[in-house]
């Protein structure tokens, strides 16, 4: 039996992730198997989705 999980919304990912680096418990380029522990993702889905958040901070930092 094949059970699907739900995808994560990317509010859910970012906001996991601004927790995460707030908390200090990893620098965010080792917070890769924090995502895959949390929402089941596979490495790569985890870089992905890391990345994606990464540059969203760039671009949110560039308009500061």
């Given amino acids: 039996m094949i059970i699907e999980r739900e995808k994560p919304s990317k509010m859910e990912i970012h ?10 418990v ?13 929402f089941g993702f596979t490495r790569q889905e985890a870089k992905v989705a890391l990345l994606e958040w990464m ?6 930092n ?3």
């Fill in 15 to 24: 906001n996991f992730l601004i927790n995460l680096r707030n908390s200090g």
């Fill in 26 to 38: 990893t620098n965010m380029y080792g917070a890769s198997p924090y995502l895959t522990q949390v």
């Fill in 55 to 60: 540059k969203t901070c760039e671009q949110e």
């Fill in 62 to 64: 560039a308009h500061e």
